[in-house]
């Protein structure tokens, strides 16, 4: 049985991992440590704290003496890291908090690791959970991003994130560590905070405000649902090896108007308004350093471990639309904390 140690597993897709490893694998130990920032709720995971094997902590990963005391207490032999500061456009206005999370969090992660599991075990995992975003921007005839692809960031938050890349991988080379890294396509299902494109769309429209669109709409993502994400991850813990990257992503590239106006058009059916949502949908000025295009190619991971999305973009954006109808509730609470 596996000792985990989740890091912001009270984020969108740290609380879903939770729920899943939870459920397959109830006999696992699974420690939480989240700083409970903005995006971080512990009502992501009612129901969770009932599990006999579950504790949450209250503390942040830039915090060395902690996480090697609940190393050492917990005896952990697996780390997941979520814990990240990931909303490219809060990079932009204020980009200290993304260095202090991300990489010097990432490098706190690592250096108690490294003191507490000493000799290193082939039991023990260290997994470090990135974005498509190091990789830069697609033009849109290339070829998606492979694991061989060579960063290039182009955001304070993706800068970050290539930083603490770097330093999973020289602790790897430099010290033996057992590292995994997944780089995932863009996330979205149940508990994403509602910054992001798909769930401000879904509220933006039922609470009849503008649903604003960067640009000309016309930037393309590859969309991945959360749950396939978990599974990924899943794969990579079991049968992943040691040191090695695994893209992780949907192969489901979209524009952003075009998603915009999937929901829209959904919305009209199942909560009708006085007037179409699409209505509501405006352009507004598009972000600095907006990359116009990624992609993920995920055969690495199918190939290798056997993995393969079980959604496609109509099904999950489906199952989303219907738990943000259905969460009202948490929406407002969650708001009401940022």
Same mark, same amino acid.
């Given at each position: 049985?596996?000792?985990?140690?989740?890091?912001?597993?009270?984020?969108?897709?740290? =609380?879903?991992?939770?729920?899943?490893?939870?459920?397959?694998?109830?006999?696992?130990?699974?420690?939480?440590?989240?700083?409970?920032?903005?995006?971080?709720?512990?009502?992501?995971?009612?129901?969770?704290?009932?599990?006999? +094997?579950?504790?949450?902590?209250?503390? =942040?990963?830039?915090?060395?003496?902690? %996480?090697?005391?609940?190393?050492?207490?917990?005896?952990?032999?697996?780390? %997941?890291?979520?814990?990240?500061?990931?909303?490219?456009?809060?990079?932009?206005?204020?980009?200290?908090?993304?260095?202090?999370?991300?990489?010097?969090?990432? *490098?706190?992660?690592?250096?108690?690791?490294? =003191?507490?599991?000493?000799?290193?075990?082939?039991?023990? &995992?260290?997994?470090?959970?990135?974005?498509?975003?190091?990789?830069?921007?697609?033009?849109?005839?290339?070829?998606?991003?492979?694991?061989?692809?060579?960063?290039?960031?182009?955001?304070?938050?993706?800068?970050?994130?290539?930083?603490? +890349?770097?330093? %999973?991988?020289?602790?790897?080379?430099?010290?033996?560590?057992?590292?995994?890294?997944?780089?995932?396509?863009?996330?979205?299902?149940?508990?994403?905070?509602?910054?992001?494109?798909?769930?401000?769309?879904?509220?933006?429209?039922?609470?009849?405000?503008?649903?604003?669109?960067?640009?000309?709409?016309?930037?393309?993502?590859?969309?991945? *649902?959360?749950? +396939?994400?978990? &599974?990924?991850?899943?794969?990579?813990?079991? =049968?992943?090896?040691?040191?090695?990257?695994?893209?992780?992503?949907?192969?489901?590239?979209?524009?952003?108007?075009?998603?915009?106006?999937?929901?829209?058009?959904?919305?009209?059916?199942?909560?009708?308004?006085?007037?179409?949502?699409?209505?509501?949908?405006?352009?507004?000025?598009?972000?600095?350093?907006? +990359?116009?295009?990624?992609?993920?190619?995920?055969?690495?991971?199918?190939?290798?471990?056997?993995?393969?999305?079980?959604?496609?973009?109509?099904?999950?954006?489906?199952?989303?639309?219907?738990?943000?109808?259905?969460?009202?509730?948490?929406?407002?609470?969650?708001?009401?904390?940022?």
């Amino acid at each position: 049985m596996r000792r985990l140690m989740v890091t912001g597993g009270a984020g969108f897709i740290g =609380s879903n991992f939770i729920r899943y490893w939870v459920e397959k694998y109830p006999g696992d130990r699974v420690v939480n440590l989240d700083a409970l920032t903005y995006a971080g709720h512990l009502e992501n995971l009612e129901g969770i704290e009932a599990a006999s +094997d579950y504790r949450f902590i209250h503390g =942040s990963i830039t915090d060395q003496g902690l %996480v090697e005391k609940i190393l050492a207490e917990e005896a952990i032999d697996t780390v %997941v890291n979520f814990a990240a500061e990931s909303h490219v456009d809060r990079s932009i206005v204020a980009p200290g908090a993304f260095i202090t999370t991300n990489v010097q969090g990432v *490098f706190s992660l690592l250096e108690a690791a490294k =003191s507490v599991w000493g000799e290193f075990s082939p039991s023990q &995992r260290f997994l470090h959970v990135s974005t498509d975003e190091v990789y830069g921007s697609l033009k849109p005839d290339e070829p998606a991003f492979a694991e061989t692809h060579t960063y290039a960031p182009n955001s304070p938050y993706s800068a970050s994130k290539a930083a603490a +890349d770097h330093l %999973v991988r020289a602790y790897h080379k430099t010290y033996g560590m057992p590292v995994l890294t997944t780089n995932c396509s863009n996330n979205y299902g149940p508990y994403q905070f509602p910054e992001k494109l798909i769930p401000v769309t879904i509220l933006k429209a039922l609470a009849g405000e503008p649903i604003p669109v960067y640009g000309d709409g016309k930037n393309i993502r590859d969309w991945l *649902f959360v749950e +396939d994400h978990c &599974r990924g991850i899943e794969a990579v813990l079991n =049968s992943g090896i040691s040191g090695e990257v695994y893209n992780i992503g949907g192969d489901n590239e979209w524009e952003n108007i075009d998603i915009v106006k999937l929901i829209c058009d959904r919305l009209d059916e199942l909560q009708p308004a006085a007037a179409s949502y699409r209505e509501q949908i405006g352009f507004v000025t598009d972000r600095p350093g907006h +990359d116009r295009r990624y992609a993920i190619d995920a055969s690495k991971i199918q190939r290798e471990l056997g993995w393969t999305p079980s959604h496609d973009f109509r099904s999950g954006i489906e199952k989303t639309i219907q738990w943000y109808l259905a969460n009202r509730g948490w929406c407002e609470q969650v708001s009401k904390s940022n």
